[in-house]
Protein backbone atom coordinates (compact mmCIF):
# COMPACT_ATOMS: atom_id res chain seq x y z
CA UNK A 1 0.00 0.00 0.00
CA UNK A 2 1.52 3.20 -0.82
CA UNK A 3 1.49 5.91 1.32
CA UNK A 4 -0.12 9.33 0.48
CA UNK A 5 3.26 12.23 0.38
CA UNK A 6 2.21 15.55 2.31
CA UNK A 7 3.70 18.39 0.37
CA UNK A 8 5.90 20.76 2.49
CA UNK A 9 3.61 23.47 2.30
CA UNK A 10 0.34 21.98 4.33
CA UNK A 11 2.36 19.50 6.86
CA UNK A 12 1.26 21.69 9.89
CA UNK A 13 -2.01 23.19 8.62
CA UNK A 14 -3.67 21.85 10.92
CA UNK A 15 -1.72 22.01 13.95
CA UNK A 16 -1.70 25.61 13.06
CA UNK A 17 -5.42 25.95 12.50
CA UNK A 18 -5.65 24.91 15.87
CA UNK A 19 -3.03 26.88 17.22
CA UNK A 20 -4.66 29.83 15.66
CA UNK A 21 -7.98 29.05 17.21
CA UNK A 22 -6.16 28.93 20.86
CA UNK A 23 -4.90 31.99 20.36
CA UNK A 24 -7.92 33.65 19.39
CA UNK A 25 -10.17 32.04 22.48
CA UNK A 26 -7.66 32.70 25.00
CA UNK A 27 -5.00 36.05 23.58
CA UNK A 28 -7.08 37.51 21.34
CA UNK A 29 -9.12 39.37 24.16
CA UNK A 30 -6.14 40.61 25.66
CA UNK A 31 -4.58 42.14 22.34
CA UNK A 32 -8.25 43.32 21.78
CA UNK A 33 -8.05 45.48 24.90
CA UNK A 34 -4.37 46.39 24.08
CA UNK A 35 -5.38 48.47 21.52
CA UNK A 36 -9.19 48.66 22.26
CA UNK A 37 -9.58 47.06 18.79
CA UNK A 38 -12.93 47.56 17.21
CA UNK A 39 -13.90 45.88 14.32
CA UNK A 40 -16.35 45.30 11.63
CA UNK A 41 -17.91 41.79 11.26
CA UNK A 42 -17.70 39.88 8.15
CA UNK A 43 -17.58 36.97 6.32
CA UNK A 44 -15.16 35.55 3.54
CA UNK A 45 -16.28 33.60 1.51
CA UNK A 46 -13.73 32.36 -0.53
CA UNK A 47 -11.87 29.06 1.04
CA UNK A 48 -8.35 30.54 -0.22
CA UNK A 49 -7.51 34.03 -0.39
CA UNK A 50 -4.60 36.49 -0.46
CA UNK A 51 -5.34 39.05 2.40
CA UNK A 52 -3.52 42.44 1.74
CA UNK A 53 -3.61 44.88 4.57
CA UNK A 54 -2.37 48.58 5.71
CA UNK A 55 0.30 48.55 8.79
CA UNK A 56 0.75 50.82 11.28
CA UNK A 57 1.73 48.60 14.53
CA UNK A 58 3.66 45.66 15.33
CA UNK A 59 0.76 43.54 15.87
CA UNK A 60 -1.55 44.27 12.73
CA UNK A 61 -1.30 40.36 11.73
CA UNK A 62 -2.84 39.41 15.28
CA UNK A 63 -5.46 41.98 14.63
CA UNK A 64 -6.08 41.09 10.88
CA UNK A 65 -6.83 37.21 12.30
CA UNK A 66 -9.25 38.39 15.35
CA UNK A 67 -10.81 41.21 12.23
CA UNK A 68 -11.37 38.19 9.85
CA UNK A 69 -11.81 34.68 12.17
CA UNK A 70 -9.47 33.24 9.66
CA UNK A 71 -6.32 31.58 9.59
CA UNK A 72 -3.58 32.78 7.34
CA UNK A 73 -0.35 33.10 6.95
CA UNK A 74 1.82 35.83 6.76
CA UNK A 75 5.39 37.33 5.44
CA UNK A 76 7.13 38.81 7.85
CA UNK A 77 10.88 40.24 8.32
CA UNK A 78 13.05 37.54 8.11
CA UNK A 79 14.83 37.32 11.35
CA UNK A 80 11.64 36.61 12.93
CA UNK A 81 12.57 32.65 11.97
CA UNK A 82 15.82 32.91 13.38
CA UNK A 83 17.04 31.14 16.89
CA UNK A 84 14.51 29.25 19.36
CA UNK A 85 11.66 32.25 18.52
CA UNK A 86 11.84 31.14 14.74
CA UNK A 87 11.66 27.55 15.82
CA UNK A 88 8.50 28.47 17.84
CA UNK A 89 6.78 31.14 15.30
CA UNK A 90 7.44 29.03 12.38
CA UNK A 91 5.81 25.58 13.94
CA UNK A 92 2.92 27.55 15.06
CA UNK A 93 2.65 29.97 12.66
CA UNK A 94 4.06 28.75 9.60
CA UNK A 95 5.93 32.09 9.05
CA UNK A 96 6.70 33.43 5.23
CA UNK A 97 10.17 34.92 5.55
CA UNK A 98 11.27 37.93 3.97
CA UNK A 99 14.61 39.18 3.86
CA UNK A 100 14.14 43.47 3.93
CA UNK A 101 15.75 44.56 1.09
CA UNK A 102 16.32 42.03 -0.66
CA UNK A 103 14.87 40.75 -3.98
CA UNK A 104 11.18 39.84 -3.72
CA UNK A 105 11.33 36.60 -5.59
CA UNK A 106 11.73 34.10 -3.32
CA UNK A 107 8.84 35.09 -1.22
CA UNK A 108 6.83 35.54 -3.79
CA UNK A 109 7.19 31.92 -5.14
CA UNK A 110 6.44 31.11 -1.56
CA UNK A 111 3.27 32.79 -1.60
CA UNK A 112 2.27 31.28 -4.68
CA UNK A 113 2.83 27.51 -3.70
CA UNK A 114 0.83 28.27 -0.66
CA UNK A 115 -2.26 29.79 -2.22
CA UNK A 116 -1.65 26.82 -5.01
CA UNK A 117 -1.92 24.35 -2.34
CA UNK A 118 -4.83 26.11 -0.60
CA UNK A 119 -2.99 27.77 2.19
CA UNK A 120 -4.61 31.48 2.60
CA UNK A 121 -1.59 34.22 3.10
CA UNK A 122 -1.47 37.69 4.68
CA UNK A 123 0.77 40.41 4.01
CA UNK A 124 1.37 44.35 4.18
CA UNK A 125 2.13 45.16 1.15
CA UNK A 126 3.93 48.64 2.47
CA UNK A 127 6.77 46.31 3.76
CA UNK A 128 6.94 48.56 7.16
CA UNK A 129 4.83 50.51 9.16
CA UNK A 130 4.06 54.29 7.98
CA UNK A 131 6.11 57.08 9.42
CA UNK A 132 3.39 59.77 8.78
CA UNK A 133 0.15 58.63 9.06
CA UNK A 134 -0.49 57.80 5.01
CA UNK A 135 0.01 54.45 3.41
CA UNK A 136 3.58 54.46 2.38
CA UNK A 137 4.23 52.99 -1.29
CA UNK A 138 3.13 49.48 -2.51
CA UNK A 139 4.68 47.89 -5.22
CA UNK A 140 3.20 46.68 -8.68
CA UNK A 141 4.43 43.22 -7.95
CA UNK A 142 1.79 43.22 -5.45
CA UNK A 143 -1.49 43.84 -8.11
CA UNK A 144 0.64 40.52 -10.42
CA UNK A 145 0.86 38.67 -7.39
CA UNK A 146 -3.04 38.86 -7.15
CA UNK A 147 -4.20 38.72 -10.16
CA UNK A 148 -2.02 35.46 -11.29
CA UNK A 149 -1.84 33.68 -7.62
CA UNK A 150 -5.44 32.05 -8.88
CA UNK A 151 -6.91 32.92 -5.29
CA UNK A 152 -9.36 35.29 -4.02
CA UNK A 153 -7.78 38.86 -2.68
CA UNK A 154 -9.08 40.44 0.33
CA UNK A 155 -8.41 43.98 1.12
CA UNK A 156 -8.58 44.97 4.51
CA UNK A 157 -8.07 48.39 6.50
CA UNK A 158 -6.81 49.29 9.93
CA UNK A 159 -7.57 52.84 11.12
CA UNK A 160 -6.36 55.06 14.65
CA UNK A 161 -3.10 52.76 14.96
CA UNK A 162 -0.75 55.85 13.96
CA UNK A 163 -2.16 57.91 16.07
CA UNK A 164 -2.09 55.61 18.58
CA UNK A 165 1.31 55.27 18.70
CA UNK A 166 3.38 56.90 15.44
CA UNK A 167 6.53 54.34 13.78
CA UNK A 168 8.47 56.78 15.38
CA UNK A 169 7.58 57.12 18.85
CA UNK A 170 8.68 55.97 22.26
CA UNK A 171 5.23 55.68 24.02
CA UNK A 172 1.31 54.57 23.35
CA UNK A 173 -1.22 56.61 23.72
CA UNK A 174 -4.50 55.66 25.44
CA UNK A 175 -7.31 55.10 22.29
CA UNK A 176 -8.62 52.87 19.97
CA UNK A 177 -8.27 50.76 16.49
CA UNK A 178 -10.45 49.84 13.86
CA UNK A 179 -10.37 47.54 11.25
CA UNK A 180 -12.49 46.75 8.42
CA UNK A 181 -12.85 44.52 5.36
CA UNK A 182 -12.93 46.54 2.33
CA UNK A 183 -13.53 44.09 -0.86
CA UNK A 184 -13.68 40.64 -1.30
CA UNK A 185 -12.54 40.20 -5.17
CA UNK A 186 -12.76 36.73 -6.44
CA UNK A 187 -10.17 35.08 -9.25
CA UNK A 188 -12.75 35.52 -11.88
CA UNK A 189 -13.31 39.32 -11.17
CA UNK A 190 -9.50 39.09 -10.78
CA UNK A 191 -8.76 38.02 -14.21
CA UNK A 192 -11.47 40.27 -15.58
CA UNK A 193 -9.14 43.45 -14.51
CA UNK A 194 -6.26 44.23 -15.64
CA UNK A 195 -3.19 44.48 -13.69
CA UNK A 196 -3.29 48.45 -13.46
CA UNK A 197 -6.93 47.96 -12.40
CA UNK A 198 -5.92 45.64 -9.83
CA UNK A 199 -3.23 47.91 -8.60
CA UNK A 200 -5.28 50.89 -8.56
CA UNK A 201 -7.75 49.16 -6.35
CA UNK A 202 -5.65 47.56 -3.63
CA UNK A 203 -3.91 51.41 -3.42
CA UNK A 204 -7.40 53.07 -2.94
CA UNK A 205 -8.59 49.96 -0.90
CA UNK A 206 -5.85 50.29 1.57
CA UNK A 207 -5.26 54.56 1.89
CA UNK A 208 -5.46 55.76 5.04
CA UNK A 209 -4.86 59.43 5.91
CA UNK A 210 -4.46 58.91 9.46
CA UNK A 211 -5.40 62.37 10.56
CA UNK A 212 -8.19 63.02 8.04
CA UNK A 213 -9.47 59.15 9.90
CA UNK A 214 -8.77 60.88 13.22
CA UNK A 215 -10.57 64.39 12.29
CA UNK A 216 -14.01 62.65 11.27
CA UNK A 217 -14.01 60.38 14.29
CA UNK A 218 -13.12 62.91 16.60
CA UNK A 219 -10.67 60.56 18.80
CA UNK A 220 -7.93 61.86 20.33
CA UNK A 221 -5.54 60.15 21.92
CA UNK A 222 -3.85 61.65 25.17
CA UNK A 223 -0.42 60.39 26.85
CA UNK A 224 2.70 61.63 28.09
CA UNK A 225 5.72 62.81 26.31
CA UNK A 226 3.72 62.53 23.16
CA UNK A 227 6.96 64.10 20.75
CA UNK A 228 9.68 62.07 22.46
CA UNK A 229 10.93 59.86 19.48
CA UNK A 230 9.77 62.21 16.75
CA UNK A 231 13.74 62.78 15.67
CA UNK A 232 14.00 59.54 14.08
CA UNK A 233 11.32 60.94 11.54
CA UNK A 234 11.43 64.86 11.37
CA UNK A 235 15.32 65.47 9.98
CA UNK A 236 14.93 68.56 8.32
CA UNK A 237 13.76 72.11 10.25
CA UNK A 238 10.78 73.39 7.83
CA UNK A 239 11.94 76.87 9.14
CA UNK A 240 15.43 77.29 8.59
CA UNK A 241 16.12 74.33 6.21
CA UNK A 242 18.58 72.80 8.85
CA UNK A 243 19.03 69.28 8.19
CA UNK A 244 19.67 66.99 11.61
CA UNK A 245 18.74 69.62 14.05
CA UNK A 246 15.47 68.52 15.54
CA UNK A 247 15.27 67.32 19.15
CA UNK A 248 12.24 66.57 21.07
CA UNK A 249 11.08 67.13 25.23
CA UNK A 250 7.99 65.82 26.35
CA UNK A 251 5.50 67.01 24.43
CA UNK A 252 7.21 69.37 22.45
CA UNK A 253 9.78 69.39 19.17
CA UNK A 254 11.92 71.74 18.48
CA UNK A 255 14.66 73.10 16.50
CA UNK A 256 18.17 73.52 17.93
CA UNK A 257 19.51 75.83 14.64
CA UNK A 258 16.42 78.48 14.58
CA UNK A 259 14.08 77.97 17.78
CA UNK A 260 11.57 76.54 16.44
CA UNK A 261 9.34 75.11 18.89
CA UNK A 262 5.71 73.57 18.71
CA UNK A 263 4.12 71.16 21.13
CA UNK A 264 2.09 67.91 19.69
CA UNK A 265 -1.59 67.51 21.31
CA UNK A 266 -3.51 64.54 22.01
CA UNK A 267 -4.90 65.01 18.46
CA UNK A 268 -1.60 63.93 16.98
CA UNK A 269 -1.41 67.82 15.89
CA UNK A 270 1.38 70.20 16.55
CA UNK A 271 0.36 73.58 18.07
CA UNK A 272 2.75 76.35 16.87
CA UNK A 273 3.32 79.95 15.92
CA UNK A 274 6.19 79.01 13.78
CA UNK A 275 6.04 75.56 12.55
CA UNK A 276 3.90 76.06 8.90
CA UNK A 277 2.29 72.53 9.42
CA UNK A 278 -0.17 70.96 11.82
CA UNK A 279 0.64 67.25 11.00
CA UNK A 280 3.50 65.39 10.48
CA UNK A 281 2.50 63.77 7.15
CA UNK A 282 2.75 67.84 5.75
CA UNK A 283 5.89 67.91 7.59
CA UNK A 284 7.10 64.50 5.55
CA UNK A 285 5.71 65.54 2.62
CA UNK A 286 7.69 68.48 3.13
CA UNK A 287 10.78 66.99 3.68
CA UNK A 288 10.46 64.58 0.82
CA UNK A 289 10.44 67.38 -1.73
CA UNK A 290 13.08 69.38 -0.36
CA UNK A 291 14.98 66.29 -0.82
CA UNK A 292 14.20 65.30 -4.49
CA UNK A 293 14.79 69.18 -5.20
CA UNK A 294 18.35 69.14 -3.57
CA UNK A 295 19.02 65.97 -5.25
CA UNK A 296 21.82 67.26 -7.28
CA UNK A 297 23.41 69.78 -4.75
CA UNK A 298 23.50 66.60 -2.55
CA UNK A 299 24.86 64.36 -4.64
CA UNK A 300 27.56 66.95 -5.09
CA UNK A 301 28.50 66.88 -1.47
CA UNK A 302 31.73 64.67 -1.82
CA UNK A 303 34.25 65.86 0.32
CA UNK A 304 32.22 66.74 3.17
CA UNK A 305 29.70 64.32 4.91
CA UNK A 306 26.05 65.36 4.11
CA UNK A 307 25.17 63.18 7.73
CA UNK A 308 27.21 61.46 9.66
CA UNK A 309 26.12 58.55 12.95
CA UNK A 310 28.55 57.55 15.76
CA UNK A 311 28.54 54.95 18.13
CA UNK A 312 27.35 52.15 16.08
CA UNK A 313 27.63 48.56 16.66
CA UNK A 314 28.35 47.44 12.60
CA UNK A 315 27.99 44.26 11.81
CA UNK A 316 28.88 42.50 8.09
CA UNK A 317 25.81 39.92 7.92
CA UNK A 318 26.78 37.30 4.54
CA UNK A 319 24.53 34.78 3.49
CA UNK A 320 26.00 31.48 4.52
CA UNK A 321 28.12 32.45 7.27
CA UNK A 322 27.62 33.67 11.00
CA UNK A 323 27.02 37.35 11.00
CA UNK A 324 30.81 39.51 11.58
CA UNK A 325 30.74 42.23 14.17
CA UNK A 326 33.45 45.00 12.43
CA UNK A 327 33.10 47.65 14.78
CA UNK A 328 31.07 47.96 18.21
CA UNK A 329 31.64 51.94 18.09
CA UNK A 330 31.61 52.27 14.49
CA UNK A 331 30.97 55.79 12.24
CA UNK A 332 28.82 55.89 9.42
CA UNK A 333 29.07 58.72 7.62
CA UNK A 334 26.95 59.36 4.33
CA UNK A 335 28.73 61.59 1.02
CA UNK A 336 27.04 62.63 -2.36
CA UNK A 337 27.98 59.39 -3.73
CA UNK A 338 29.26 56.83 -1.22
CA UNK A 339 28.67 55.70 2.68
CA UNK A 340 31.70 55.49 4.42
CA UNK A 341 31.94 53.22 7.74
CA UNK A 342 34.94 54.64 10.26
CA UNK A 343 35.89 50.47 12.12
CA UNK A 344 38.30 51.69 15.01
CA UNK A 345 38.92 48.17 15.75
CA UNK A 346 39.73 46.54 12.65
CA UNK A 347 42.80 46.95 10.31
CA UNK A 348 41.25 48.33 7.65
CA UNK A 349 40.55 51.39 9.69
CA UNK A 350 38.07 52.51 7.06
CA UNK A 351 35.54 50.62 4.63
CA UNK A 352 33.88 52.56 1.84
CA UNK A 353 31.17 51.35 -0.78
CA UNK A 354 29.82 53.40 -3.65
CA UNK A 355 26.67 54.39 -3.70
CA UNK A 356 25.68 52.90 -7.18
CA UNK A 357 26.48 49.66 -5.43
CA UNK A 358 24.17 49.13 -2.70
CA UNK A 359 20.50 47.50 -3.57
CA UNK A 360 18.42 48.32 -0.85
CA UNK A 361 18.23 50.25 2.21
CA UNK A 362 16.05 49.70 5.56
CA UNK A 363 15.37 50.69 8.56
CA UNK A 364 13.53 48.66 11.84
CA UNK A 365 12.96 48.75 15.83
CA UNK A 366 14.20 52.29 16.79
CA UNK A 367 17.81 52.82 16.34
CA UNK A 368 18.60 50.15 13.63
CA UNK A 369 19.49 50.87 9.85
CA UNK A 370 20.91 48.68 7.33
CA UNK A 371 21.99 48.51 3.50
CA UNK A 372 22.90 45.69 0.97
CA UNK A 373 25.19 45.57 -1.72
CA UNK A 374 24.10 42.83 -4.43
CA UNK A 375 23.31 39.26 -3.10
CA UNK A 376 23.91 38.41 0.03
CA UNK A 377 25.88 41.08 1.79
CA UNK A 378 24.38 43.67 4.43
CA UNK A 379 25.84 45.98 6.89
CA UNK A 380 24.12 46.52 9.76
CA UNK A 381 24.34 49.02 12.10
CA UNK A 382 22.54 49.46 15.90
CA UNK A 383 22.67 52.77 17.93
CA UNK A 384 21.92 52.70 21.13
CA UNK A 385 20.40 56.09 21.40
CA UNK A 386 17.60 58.13 19.23
CA UNK A 387 18.99 58.60 15.32
CA UNK A 388 17.14 60.14 12.85
CA UNK A 389 16.39 56.74 11.12
CA UNK A 390 13.94 58.89 7.96
CA UNK A 391 16.78 61.12 7.32
CA UNK A 392 19.12 58.46 6.11
CA UNK A 393 16.60 56.58 4.39
CA UNK A 394 15.53 59.53 2.18
CA UNK A 395 19.02 60.53 1.69
CA UNK A 396 20.20 56.91 0.01
CA UNK A 397 16.73 56.92 -2.34
CA UNK A 398 17.44 60.37 -3.50
CA UNK A 399 21.29 59.80 -3.97
CA UNK A 400 20.59 56.64 -5.56
CA UNK A 401 18.26 58.07 -8.25
CA UNK A 402 15.20 56.24 -6.63
CA UNK A 403 12.08 58.55 -6.74
CA UNK A 404 11.05 59.33 -3.09
CA UNK A 405 7.85 61.07 -3.19
Known sequence: MSSKTVSPITRRVKAQRRWYAFCLAVIGPFVKRIYRFRYDKCKIKSKTFLALA???QNLDPALLVIGTRRHMRFVANATLTKGFAGIFLNGCFGIIPRQKGASGDAVISLIEQNLKEGVSVGMFPEGNRCWDGETEFIS???????KNS????VTYKLTGGYVLQPRWADVKRKGGMHGSLVREY????????????VYDAICRDLHVDAFEEQAASGMTYPGKDLAAGLEKAAYLCPCCNSLG??????????????????????????????????????????????MCDNAQTLRERVKVPI???TG?????????AAPEVLSACGTFNVFGDRFELELPESDAGKLV????????????????MYFNCGSGVRYQMVSQKRIALLKYYALWRVLSGRDYL
Do not use: Y
Open 150 to 153: GAAL
Open 353 to 368: VPIAETTGFGTFLSGH
Open 312 to 320: LKITLIKSG
Open 140 to 146: RRTAALA
Open 186 to 197: TPEELAGMSEDE
Open 54 to 56: NHT
Open 245 to 290: SIGTSGDDVFCTACGMRATLNAAGRFESEKLPFTTFLEWNRFQKKW
Open 307 to 309: ASE
